[in-house]
């Protein structure tokens, strides 16, 4: 079965902060995929990332930053310079590759940002 | 850009009646989903559908549950007899090829049943 845990519930920052989200997944696939999905207070999930078990190269995306770590399960995400508008709740994703995307999700990391 | 649209954004019923969800993917998109968020809990798979019919289902997805394409453009999702346990955020979601691409999710419909 596939699982995805992110320990931390809730993390407070101060603009400016960089912070990490980290997330633990397990699966007995070979093949699969990684996401991040971001929730604003307005409830829509944004798409952020999505990797294959692959490619473990990190990524950058002006202040966002993953890190893909095959050897522990992990794909944790960084947000460099944090602000007010990255608060937010943040889902990774795990699916395997069977033709069809069934996304199995974390429970989510509440970021509060303060100015 | 393409967006997925779900309607309505908010809907009340009263237990033990019918309700439909609706959605429009993004129009290239072949594959298509379900989920539900019940309020501060994870996104939970309820189904997918691929070439007019369900590729897989939950638990969750049960008979009370029913999802359909009824035309080149929507996709809905039929709840036959609500419960209170079925107030949640209802998601849509689509992708184009699969688990080979992303999924984009609608805003969302919030159910809430009294």
């Known amino acids: 079965a596939q699982k995805v845990t992110q320990a931390q519930t809730e993390i407070s920052v101060v603009e400016k902060e960089d912070v990490t989200l980290d997330c633990v997944y397990e699966?007995?696939?070979?093949?699969?995929?990684l996401f991040w999905y971001k929730q604003p207070p307005s409830g829509e999930l944004v798409f952020l990332i999505r990797?294959?078990?692959?490619?473990?190269q990190n990524e950058i995306s002006g202040r966002y930053s993953w890190n893909f770590q095959k050897s522990t399960s992990s794909f944790n995400f960084t947000i460099t310079a944090s602000q007010v508008v990255d608060s937010a709740v943040y889902f990774c994703?795990?699916?395997?590759?069977?033709?069809?995307?069934?996304?199995?999700f974390g429970t989510g990391t509440r970021l509060l940002v303060s100015p | 850009e393409p967006e997925v649209t779900q309607t309505p954004s908010h809907q009340v019923t009263q237990m033990g009646q019918e309700v439909i969800l609706r959605c429009v993917p993004i129009s290239n998109h072949l594959y298509f989903y379900w989920y539900r968020q019940i309020l501060g809990q994870k996104v939970e798979f309820l189904v997918s559908f691929y070439n007019n019919e369900i590729s897989e289902k939950s638990e969750i997805f049960d008979d009370q549950f029913s999802v359909e394409r009824p035309d080149g453009s929507n996709f809905t999702l039929k709840i036959r007899s609500t419960k209170l346990e079925d107030s949640a955020m209802y998601f849509c979601a689509s992708s184009q090829q699969g688990a080979f691409t992303e999924a984009f999710f609608g805003q969302g419909t919030r159910l809430t049943v009294v």
């Open positions: 699966t007995r696939d070979t093949t699969y995929y």
């Open positions: 990797r294959n078990s692959f490619d473990e």
């Open positions: 994703a795990l699916s395997g590759s069977n033709g069809f995307q069934k996304l199995v």
